[in-house]
T-cell receptor, first 114, second 113 residues
Framework: DQQVKQNSPSLSVQEGRISILNCDYT??????FLWYKKYPAEGPTFLIS?????DKNEDGRFTVFLNKSAKHLSLHIVPSQPGDSAVYFC?????????????FGKGITLSVRP | EAQVTQNPRYLITVTGKKLTVTCSQN?????MSWYRQDPGLGLRQIYY???????DKGDVPEGYKVSRKEKRNFPLILESPSPNQTSLYFC????????????FGQGTRLTVV
């Protein structure tokens, strides 16, 4: 059973516009959510995170929104740049006896068109 | 520089020939983990370790072994590799504190023929 779902496999946006990447989860015990970015031939790198006690966290062009009642989070990138083209993974942690474990979604491939 | 180092980066092997992929981190992290990435399946956890001598199965442990004899090292062992283990493998480390980020290695591209 997939606990972290990224239902859209890909997204294409124009440079300068907003990119919105969505993520849903099923385990209500998750209390931290993280986004990772991955370029080809490299390991994933941490981008931004949010605690379940917050509904928004912002870092420069990147903002993550959390809707706990809907078990939904989204990553907004504004403005989008060609260098943002990558695979984005949503991850969640928490739950009984699993404070450290990260559960990942399948990833979304973002393409930013110049 | 804080980093997670995997070796080798690329490996082609034959079915049944035992191999080990090494992983080392220099951040004194308690938690280490192995993932495999396959098209359409994302990152799936193979094994993880909360600390020295403490390991547990992830979501796809079949065909793999791990050991954690030292805090910095977490090797992944394939005793008898099969073609369905052809994949891109990532090692990661983090602290055991809630909500902390994981640091990933560069990946190991394994092909089993």
């Amino acid at each position: 059973d997939q606990q972290v779902k990224q239902n859209s496999p890909s997204l294409s946006v124009q440079e300068g516009r907003i990119s919105i990447l969505n993520c849903d989860y099923t385990n209500s015990m998750f209390d931290y959510f993280l986004w990772y970015k991955k370029y080809p031939a490299e390991g994933p790198t941490f981008l931004i995170s949010i605690s379940s006690i917050k509904d928004k966290n912002e870092d420069g062009r990147f903002t993550v929104f959390l809707n706990k009642s809907a078990k939904h989070l989204s990553l907004h990138i504004v403005p989008s740049q060609p260098g943002d083209s990558a695979v984005y993974f949503c991850a969640a942690s928490g739950g009984t006896g699993a404070n450290s474990k990260l559960t990942f979604g399948k990833g979304i491939t973002l393409s930013v068109r110049p | 520089e804080a980093q997670v180092t995997q070796n080798p980066r690329y490996l082609i092997t034959v079915t049944g020939k035992k191999l080990t992929v090494t992983c080392s981190q220099n951040m004194n992290h308690e938690y280490m983990s192995w993932y495999r990435q396959d098209p359409g399946l994302g990152l799936r956890q193979i094994y993880y370790s909360m600390n020295v001598e403490v390991t547990d199965k992830g979501d796809v442990p079949e065909g793999y072994k791990v050991s954690r004899k030292e805090k910095r090292n977490f090797p992944l062992i394939l005793e008898s590799p099969s073609p369905n283990q052809t994949s891109l493998y990532f090692c990661a480390s983090k602290t055991n504190r809630r909500g902390t980020e994981a640091f990933f290695g560069q990946g190991t591209r394994l092909t089993v023929v």
